[in-house]
């Protein structure tokens, strides 16, 4: 069984900083990418970054510089270092890892239960 366990969230003032981490634990033999989707009251899921195992790196455009997506391979962990937070911002924010559980196995994604980011004076 695989477990994506999130932490970081909560609430900060705009223009503040929160950095995310997503920790994946059980039977993992590799990770593929790793990333952040996000989720607003009545709005879709979006994706924010994500990063592939070699570190390669993909932004949304609403990113804009202010965010930045970083793993460690050796504790199968992903993080998201966000600055200069927007109300916009507010939102659940889910990790995702795409994990292969043995050799002979498959990829399949495996997601983190969110984190509440509220971003407000």
């Known amino acids: 069984q695989v477990q994506l366990v999130e932490s970081g969230g909560g609430l900060v003032q705009p223009g503040g900083s929160l950095r995310l981490s997503c920790a994946t634990s059980g039977s993992v033999f590799t990770i593929n990418t790793m990333g952040w989707y996000r989720q607003a009251p009545g709005k879709e899921r979006e994706l924010v970054a994500w990063i592939s195992r070699g570190g390669a790196t993909n932004y949304a455009n609403f990113v804009e510089g202010r965010f930045t997506i970083s793993r460690d391979n050796a504790a199968n962990t992903v993080y998201l270092q966000m600055s200069s937070l927007r109300p916009e911002d507010t939102a659940d924010y889910y990790c995702?890892?795409?994990?292969?559980?043995?050799?002979?196995?498959?990829?399949?994604?495996?997601w983190g239960q969110g984190t509440q980011v509220i971003v407000s004076s």
């Open positions: 995702y890892a795409v994990v292969v559980i043995s050799r002979d196995a498959i990829s399949k994604t495996y």
